[in-house]
């Protein structure tokens, strides 16, 4: 019997603003325990909520960019539970009236787009951090995480893979970042996942049991714990087994997805509108001016980059993905226009020095190691021939180190590529008198000297003679079948 | 002359003169609470020593203010609900029974800056949940008419300290009656406000659809000086109504002619004490010589308030004292795990009505339950409105009792909780809807006991209910008569 | 709502003190499972109405929801905050032993 996956996935995003949802607590990350806490955060008596325009802002934001009807009135509900992160004894979210519905996003499968439906998208606070590892015979609480605005992301269970989920969520999370709202950092907790996991017999529609996967801190985690889950399930269908309706955590250790403790009473969230709330009220207006201040979202951008500057895919993908990047790309090209060896510059030499200096951990990247300007100045100068791809690389270092621009290193370091005839005539028939057993023998036939000679060339020029210019003269000379005289160097003819 | 005996606009108008200091005013509070106190048990809290800082400092100001506040120099007793920094507060309950707040509620802060002085912290019924004080976890607050009898509730402290001169004017806060009910059993006036014209920042919360702050008073002047002083657009309160604060005291004319008063048939059915009725038709007749049109309508929905009142409200409340978890302030009990201790704390420190409540309106939002009771509650809250909507189209105030009996005796409703609630029947409506409504003395009992009558306006009119309620008193010397106390 | 009110039953009343958090002795059960009755029973009344195509009640005033700026307008003070607590410990609450 072949099964097929179902998955639904709720994402948490912490929004970017500068205070909390319902007060003027900042949201700053790695204060001292709390330290970010007022009454009204921190559940005292008698306080009441007053809710953040931006937060309302961020939501529609997000919910314009994944195409989903805004509501033009909406309501915020308690969500009553006990626990110590949570000081009100409930949680202010959103239930029957959520801010966003029935959106998409669509993602790239096998070059296929598909897509992936959103059921909703609402505005909820955040809870504060139980830490049970400092002490062994009680909790410490802090919380300067609650109240920090959250937004809940709802996808439909459309993804049929745990290929597909990572890729759901890195393009959910590329657009947050794009639209400026979130920073979607997994490890540090602004971007959480949770995953709805079940499957079915191939062909029908019913849904099967559901699990509900807990603890997925990273990609990876998800996709592992998303292939786990199935394959144990599979298993146990198989077997003949029955599955139930549960929520399991991921052990990252043990690689697998084990069965929360049972509770000993089910959770009855008691939902109702929030009194201390009025209705939210959303016009035409608002939704406008917010749509008109979008920024361009990384799917359109890679299309258009592909279009525009005839790049292949794979590249747009890679620069499209960050939106620092794809800004620093288009910025270089005011400089130079060659946006595929600009391309791979960045992709490839770039890249490497950011995650080597761990610069790549920024949401936003301002201070490169390389400025735009002067990574575009660098291919110009190699499109000129003015210096050699080679020895480029090694300009490429030096402009991370100092911040000088090419020109400047180059003359600095006298890396000035050799281009005219008669210099590198000079120094090849150099190379050709000192190894004239080599010249002898690529002349009986053996080819692969060719390289050896280049090579000779290259080291006695330090690099810096123009390879193509390089390449024909020798070629020429061994041709020809020159004979070099002993004393002066000079052709003999 | 017994200054603690002054109302409000007598005592600022002789402090402006400077016929006595606010330090000597504040000193003959304090005499005649020290007097009264043992028998009458208003006040959880006393800031006797603070009060007279403040009263110098108010001093100060009324040498050299131009323009000096209504409430320079005023001794006010305020409700043990109403969060003051520094001064504890219990909200009568034994879970806060020492919890010092860090911050002010608005009301306070507003009063404070206008120079009032807080001679202290009255009692009330638990968490307010109740209609005599006899809920409170310290004591029960007696009647200054009759101290075998209860001064209402929840606001019974501000009440009763109120009509024993043991303040000049006192704060109260009203859900289902709590200002009013107590205002009518101690013969003071009281007034709840529009839902929103007054800020509930700082208040401790019981039903925050209906929950409002308003004045006790010993006149009706008093209570639109003090209605002026604490209304008001507070952006701390998502529910805080921003609109201009008229001045209540100017429509203070004497002058109703013409107003049209409705009486709703329903309020005056059986179960309704005798001279009750009596009282209030009487003061009825009384306003008609006053120049006022008389007419009968119905509020065909009255019979379901309470219903709709222990539904909501309880629901509201129970999610509001969720926080009352001993985490992070107030009562822990040491349990052997998280679970134990939350369940431990709470059953420590909430009293038995508590608890109820707590139960009724966990239930009625359960799985299952919210449907049948909490949305078929609020649906038939939206018809209760439309009465009201529908009988204000013909006229500008209602006049109803405030409550079907005077004051009861100590003990006698507190064995059945269900008999206890039936007794806010009129006062529950103004709090489902919102809409103002005043209570104020119309006579009294056989026995002697205070009956009060209350005026309902519409929303955010209460310069029509004052000014009603204000030449009806004028007529009268009710105000005057003072407890034998 | 429900047609011929059931009795209120002590599982219910025991489910109900859970979710509430509320410790009840056996006493405080059979009290409250019979108060609570006598109290449902009473507000079954609203079952009387009919209230289709009533919408339920939202707020007293007919206003939008007001919203403020995003701004900080906080003075952090944890020590304020953590005058009242029942137990802390280098600024952080202190709460018994958590599970998960």
Redesign the interface.
Known sequence: MKYETVVGLEVHAQLLTQSKIFCGCSTKFGQAPNHNTCPICTGFPGVLPVLNKKVVEFAIRAGLATHCEIARWSRLARKNYFYPDLPKGYQISQYELPICTNGYIDIAVNMVVKRIRLTRIHMEEDAGKNIHDLRSDASLVDLNRAGVPLLEIVSEPDIRSAEEAGNYLRTLRAMLQYLEICDGNMEEGSFRCDANVSVRPEGTTALGTKVELKNLNSFKAVEKGIEFEIRRQIEALSDGGRLIQETRLWDPDREETRSMRTKEFAHDYRYFPDPDLLPVAIDEEWIDEIRASLPELPGARKVRLISQYDIPSYHAELLTNRKDVADYFESTLITHRNPTAIANWITGDLFRLLKDRKLDEKLYITDWPVQPDNLAAMVALIDQGKISGKLAKTVFEAMADSGSSPQEIIAEKGLEQVSDPESIEKAIDQVLIAHRKQVADYQAGNQKIFGFLVGQIMKATQGKVNPQKANEILKRKLTEGNKISATSGRKLD | MNLAALTLHEAGEKLRKREFSAQDLTEAVFRRISETEEKLHSYITLSRDAALKEAKQADERLKSDTNPRSLLGIPIAVKDNFLTRGIRTTCASKFLENFIPPYDCTTVKKLRASGAIITGKTNLDEFAMGSSAENSAFFATRNPWDTDRVPGGSSGGSAAALAADQCIVALGTDTGGSIRQPAAFCGVVGLKPTYGRVSRYGIIAFASSMDQVGPMTKDVRDCALMLEAIAGYDPADSTSANRPVPQYSASLTGDVKDLRIGIPKEYFVSGIQPDVEQAVRTAIRQLERNGVAIKEISLPHTDYAVAVYYIVATAEASSNLARYDGMRYGHRAYAKDLTETYMLSRAEGFGPEVKRRIMLGTYALSAGYYDAYYLKAQRVRTLIKKDFDEAFKSCDAIIVPTAPTTAFKIGEKTQDPLRMYLSDIYTISANLTGLPAISLPCGFDSEGLPIGMQIIGKHFDESTILAIAYAYEQSTDWHKRKPNF | ??QNLMKLTRE??Q??????????TPE?EKR?TE??D???Q??????Q?D?SG????????D????????????E???D????????Q????????????
């Open positions: 709502m429900l219910e009343v489910r109900v003190a859970m979710l509430a958090r509320l410790r009840l405080d409250l108060q609570l006598n109290i449902l009473y507000v079954g009344k609203l079952n109405l209230t009533i919408e339920p009640f939202t707020h007293a005033l206003i939008a929801n007001p919203m403020r700026e995003d701004a900080i307008t906080n952090p003070n944890a304020a905050l953590l005058a009242n607590a029942p137990d410990e280098n600024h952080f609450f202190q709460v018994p032993k958590i599970i998960e």
